[in-house]
């Protein structure tokens, strides 16, 4: 269990790993820590001097709290050579976590590549102003995210991402354009099963769109994903 850490001044209030090579976290709490200043409330993840993996199988994070972007987790990279890789296993629950600005969830930027292809995953009650579940890129700087998305849902539950809000659109997900002509995100949503890709139930509280916001140059695809109950002023989808 990592709790009520607090990143005074810096990032990554619960943990904040900056390096190459392999970081795994199973069977974890990771809740109720706080960035004062930064990213990540209860991750910083970095790529920096080589490649990096964090690979997070039945692990709860909840409760955390960004100054900035990621409430739960910032994941970005050194440079293209140097990635970081995000593997969202089974049993994981990233819920009621909180950042300022972008991804109350999860934030990536900078060549990282995010596989959430676990069994019985959710992303619920997140708030951010873009991005409540999770927000992707930055709008002046590299991009080049990959996000490869087919969880499966926990019983019970109306999606994989539900009741996730954002200020200022993309209460599920947003995906920044990138102004700067650098590649841009890629990102591919769907069901390895006859039983839909649930969004639901997330509410952009400003003037702007709903559940998914897609920057011009962005690439997003989905197959077999349904919307149910989302809010958004331009379009509740």
Known sequence: TVTLGDADGGEGGGIDYAGRGVLQIDNAFIEYNHSTSG??????????????????????????????????????????????TVTLGDDVRVENNRARLKGGGLFLHRWVVLAMNGERNLVAGNDGFFGGGLGIGFPLDENGVTADISASKIPGHSGVFERNS?????????????????PSARVRIYSRSAEPFIIAENRTT????????VGQNSRVCLANVGFQGNIGTLGAA
């Open 166 to 182: 954002a200020g200022n659109g993309g209460s599920a997900i947003s995906v920044f354009n990138n102004s700067k002509g650098d």
């Open 206 to 213: 400003g003037s702007e769109f709903g559940a998914l916001t």
């Open 39 to 84: 990213d990540g409330g209860g991750i910083r993840f970095q790529s920096l001097g080589g490649p990096a993996f964090l690979e997070v199988a039945r692990t709860s994070l909840r409760y955390n709290n960004a100054e900035e972007n990621g409430g739960a987790l910032v994941a970005g990279s050194e440079n293209m050579a140097r990635r970081a």
